[in-house]
């Protein structure tokens, strides 16, 4: 064989071949994120207050760091159960058991390493070269890209936005498929704009999955971040347990763990091998001293929940009430999650607009054209924090508005 070097040309074969000619069109693909790029933008600025990402202020509460370092303490740093450790399967069904009053196998429940690889676990599982899914827009823009990278494509559904707040048009919705859609994706309550789907919903996204022999992949995140009730409506509210329903979650929000990268992904106990085998080829599984602050989170955290969602409520109507007065921006009051998402008037390029309000109001948000077209003009304000801070950036940004004419 000979080298390289002589095959052709007057150059050496891979000296004329660059790094992007040896990637995979998908990976090259990858589009950057228009939350990091303000992140970064304002990273380190001297008092500026950042309510770009999807966390909260707070540590983790010390009971759950407690019961990782006693994992620790214990040697516990060796290879772990690829589905993740019983005690942490069977407190996730806990769980479930009392969020949705009946008995479920902790066999449904797969743990990940963060809420991420969960939804890249479902889409491996029912998406590749050729398929489409269905997904509703403005959404997190992992979503659509975890898609594209997989091979498949994401096919977006904008939601219209009126006095109502913003809803999903069921018959758009569907009208979406093709014959080469293999999923629809829901992600409800929604990140960024705070959409609750009804039970109703739901209904009549089931029925037509199952007319269609589509799967479902539900992201239920953040299903305890409602203002009206203890969670919102699910998918395990209206599906029997070996319907094809993926479902994503993580314990980052509830819990205040989002640097752990500890999630799951819940599916048909018969798929058991196949995720556990995708779980090998991926991660090889989850730290089992951070599954060990997990289970502690679970079963003993309910009353930390409780107090992350009433500080959310107090700051929800701080930041709305506050913004409504400027008569300068409009939106609606969100439903659940904790984020609200809002236009400004006469600010259309919202990637500018995160980079002007760092500048100019010392406060850090994410671009709504960061979550797909449908959330262009909008900005998107994650108030999951001390109501006195969000008070601040409230201020701030109120005296931004005034002041810019």
Same mark, same amino acid.
């Given at each position: 064989?000979?080298?390289?070097?002589?095959?052709?040309?007057?150059?050496?074969?891979?000296?004329?071949?660059?790094?992007?000619?040896?990637?995979?069109?998908?990976?090259?693909?990858?589009?950057?994120?228009?939350?990091?790029?303000?992140?970064?933008?304002?990273?380190?600025?001297?008092?500026?207050?950042?309510?770009?990402?999807?966390?909260?202020?707070?540590?983790?509460?010390?009971?759950?760091?407690?019961?990782?370092?006693?994992?620790?303490?214990?040697?516990?740093?060796?290879?772990?159960?690829?589905?993740?450790?019983?005690?942490?399967?069977?407190?996730?069904?806990?769980?479930?058991?009392?969020?949705?009053?009946?008995?479920?196998?902790?066999?449904?429940?797969?743990?990940?390493?963060?809420?991420?690889?969960?939804?890249?676990?479902?889409?491996?599982?029912?998406?590749?070269?050729?398929?489409?899914?269905?997904?509703?827009?403005?959404?997190?823009?992992?979503?659509?890209?975890?898609?594209?990278?997989?091979?498949?494509?994401?096919?977006?559904?904008?939601?219209?936005?009126?006095?109502?707040?913003?809803?999903?048009?069921?018959?758009?919705?569907?009208?979406?498929?093709?014959?080469?859609?293999?999923?629809?994706?829901?992600?409800?309550?929604?990140?960024?704009?705070?959409?609750?789907?009804?039970?109703?919903?739901?209904?009549?996204?089931?029925?037509?999955?199952?007319?269609?022999?589509?799967?479902?992949?539900?992201?239920?995140?953040?299903?305890?971040?409602?203002?009206?009730?203890?969670?919102?409506?699910?998918?395990?509210?209206?599906?029997?347990?070996?319907?094809?329903?993926?479902?994503?979650?993580?314990?980052?929000?509830?819990?205040?763990?989002?640097?752990?990268?500890?999630?799951?992904?819940?599916?048909?106990?018969?798929?058991?091998?196949?995720?556990?085998?995708?779980?090998?080829?991926?991660?090889?599984?989850?730290?089992?001293?951070?599954?060990?602050?997990?289970?502690?989170?679970?079963?003993?955290?309910?009353?930390?929940?409780?107090?992350?969602?009433?500080?959310?409520?107090?700051?929800?109507?701080?930041?709305?009430?506050?913004?409504?007065?400027?008569?300068?921006?409009?939106?609606?009051?969100?439903?659940? @999650?904790?984020?609200?998402? !809002?236009?400004?008037? *006469?600010?259309?390029?919202? #990637?500018?607009?995160? $980079? =002007?309000?760092? /500048?100019?109001?010392?406060?850090?948000? @994410?671009?709504?054209?960061? !979550?797909?077209?449908? *959330?262009?003009?909008?900005? #998107?304000?994650?108030? $999951? =924090?001390?109501? /006195?801070?969000?008070?601040?950036?409230?201020?701030?940004?109120?005296?931004?508005?005034?002041?810019?004419?």
């Amino acid at each position: 064989m000979r080298p390289l070097h002589c095959l052709s040309g007057s150059e050496p074969l891979l000296k004329r071949m660059t790094a992007k000619d040896r990637l995979r069109p998908e990976a090259h693909g990858a589009p950057e994120s228009g939350i990091v790029e303000v992140f970064n933008y304002g990273r380190g600025r001297e008092g500026l207050i950042p309510l770009w990402v999807g966390e909260g202020d707070l540590a983790t509460p010390d009971f759950i760091a407690d019961a990782a370092r006693a994992g620790l303490d214990d040697g516990e740093t060796f290879y772990t159960h690829q589905r993740g450790i019983p005690e942490l399967r069977e407190a996730i069904a806990r769980y479930h058991e009392r969020l949705y009053e009946r008995p479920f196998d902790s066999e449904r429940f797969f743990v990940t390493s963060g809420g991420m690889p969960a939804i890249q676990l479902a889409l491996r599982m029912v998406a590749g070269q050729g398929d489409e899914v269905v997904i509703p827009t403005p959404a997190w823009p992992n979503f659509g890209a975890a898609t594209e990278v997989g091979g498949a494509r994401a096919v977006p559904v904008p939601m219209q936005f009126g006095n109502a707040g913003w809803m999903l048009d069921l018959d758009r919705y569907f009208d979406a498929v093709t014959d080469r859609t293999t999923a629809l994706f829901l992600n409800s309550p929604c990140n960024p704009t705070g959409w609750t789907a009804t039970r109703e919903e739901l209904v009549a996204i089931r029925d037509f999955a199952r007319e269609r022999g589509l799967w479902i992949i539900a992201d239920e995140v953040y299903t305890r971040f409602v203002y009206q009730g203890d969670r919102a409506p699910s998918f395990y509210d209206v599906t029997e347990p070996d319907e094809p329903v993926l479902y994503v979650n993580t314990l980052s929000k509830n819990w205040a763990m989002t640097g752990w990268r500890v999630g799951w992904l819940a599916a048909p106990p018969r798929y058991g091998q196949t995720i556990e085998n995708l779980i090998q080829y991926s991660s090889s599984g989850t730290p089992k001293f951070l599954q060990r602050g997990a289970v502690a989170a679970l079963d003993r955290g309910d009353h930390f929940i409780e107090f992350q969602r009433d500080r959310a409520m107090a700051a929800r109507e701080i930041v709305c009430l506050g913004l409504e007065a400027t008569g300068r921006v409009r939106f609606t009051w969100p439903k659940g @999650a904790f984020y609200l998402f !809002f236009s400004v008037d *006469g600010e259309a390029d919202t #990637r500018k607009l995160g $980079l =002007r309000l760092v /500048d100019e109001a010392n406060v850090g948000l @994410a671009p709504g054209d960061a !979550f797909g077209a449908a *959330g262009a003009g909008f900005m #998107r304000m994650c108030f $999951l =924090r001390n109501p /006195d801070q969000v008070a601040a950036a409230t201020d701030l940004l109120a005296d931004w508005l005034v002041d810019r004419d």
